[in-house]
């Protein structure tokens, strides 16, 4: 082989992507990074694991919501399709600000299907289809699991001092939630 082609095979090398890397991870999952922000590690550490209780809860909501749109028959298939398509779209806009605020605090946010399966509080639902009446209180229990935990959550982190928390839960989970809650118990008396 002559120099030149054991130059561009060299070469060829480095522009090859880098596939099958491993390494330890840089940041254990529980285990805080101080950031300069002002807030004491025990009020990091408490908003770090209230908010990601409440991602795995908002991200089984999430996913409850799309799969109700996919799985919805009877009478009402066309609105109920389409709203609860609606919903998942803003409840999953609220999943990335609550894991984004996770991450802000020096947390890791809880993220694959498996992890938020074990941490949720939503209870699971079967696999099957069901009737719309019967997916609307299924929603309407999750959204109530949800509110309950933010409303909690949101007077600890308001005592703490962590007020980006605080208004995060109030603002836009609890605010939120109370209005797709009150949208979803309008649609239940429409199918019951
Ligand atoms: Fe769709």
Request: hydrophobic share 40%; with cysteine.
């Amino acid at each position: 082989m002559t120099k030149s082609t054991l130059e561009a095979e060299a070469i060829l090398k480095r522009a090859a992507p880098l596939t099958h890397q491993q390494a330890h991870e840089i940041q254990p999952f529980g285990h805080l990074v101080r950031m300069p922000i002002a807030l004491s590690e025990q009020t990091c550490k408490e908003s770090v694991d209230n908010l990601n209780q409440l991602l795995a809860d908002t991200i089984t909501l999430r996913d409850l919501y799309k799969k109700h749109h996919w799985q919805v028959a009877g009478p009402t298939f066309y609105q109920l399709h389409l709203l609860f398509d609606k919903h998942y779209d803003e409840q999953n806009e609220l999943v990335d600000k609550v894991a984004e605020r996770v991450q802000l605090l020096g947390g890791v946010s809880v993220a694959m299907a498996h992890d938020v399966a074990e941490t949720a509080l939503i209870p699971r639902p079967p696999k099957g289809r069901e009737e719309a009446p019967v997916q609307i209180s299924r929603l309407l229990h999750a959204h109530e699991i949800v509110l309950k935990e933010a409303r909690t959550m949101a007077r600890r982190a308001a005592e703490g001092g962590d007020d980006g928390t605080n208004d995060l839960l109030v603002s836009d989970v609890i605010r939120r939630t109370n209005c797709r809650h009150g949208l979803s118990q309008s649609m239940w008396s429409t199918c019951h």
